[in-house]
């Protein structure tokens, strides 16, 4: 995998500490630590969405922490582990980081189109009630518009709010 930067600690409230002032795409906690289990650090860590957390627990605590931390999305594996198992749960996590920025950027798109949506709506309600344009003829002015200026119906509603703000 392509990690760029790797730190260890030894502790919970060291590892705390590092994430305070640093971003890790990918979180590994082997429990238990010597201040804590370390589930409650797996599970701080998963909350704040500061990267994946592979949560790394004795064989005999596995079946408890697996089902406590799957609700968090924290990848729960029992020790001892192999090499390929380790793998495996990195490969997961890299998949599952993967999926949740196609969505992260998804919501953004939506959220762009929903500010448009109401920055248009709100051009159109300045024509309506300035230019005594009727819905459709304001809808149908700022798509003529755009197309004639090849510009974005966000732009020409900006240039309409701003021109009647004046």
């Known amino acids: 995998m392509d990690f760029s930067l790797i730190s260890r600690a030894q502790s919970a409230g060291e590892a705390r500490r590092t994430l305070a002032v640093s971003e890790f795409d990918l979180i590994v906690v082997s429990g238990p630590l010597p201040d804590e289990p370390g589930d409650k650090l797996a599970v701080s860590v998963s909350e704040n969405l500061r990267g994946e957390v592979i949560f790394i627990v004795p064989e005999s605590d596995f079946t408890q922490a697996a089902e406590k ?98």
């Open 69 to 166: 931390l799957a609700r968090f999305g924290v990848i729960t594996v029992a020790k001892p582990l192999s090499r390929s198992m380790f793998w495996t749960a990195v490969t997961m996590a890299e998949a599952s980081r993967a999926r949740f920025n196609m969505m992260r950027r998804e919501n953004e798109k939506l959220q762009q189109k929903i500010e448009d949506i109401k920055l248009i709506d709100r051009a159109k309600c300045i024509l309506i009630a300035r230019m005594r344009m009727s819905e459709p003829e304001a809808h149908k002015y700022i798509e003529k518009q755009a197309m004639d200026m090849r510009t974005t119906r966000r732009d020409i509603a900006n240039g309409i709010i701003r021109s009647m703000q004046s």
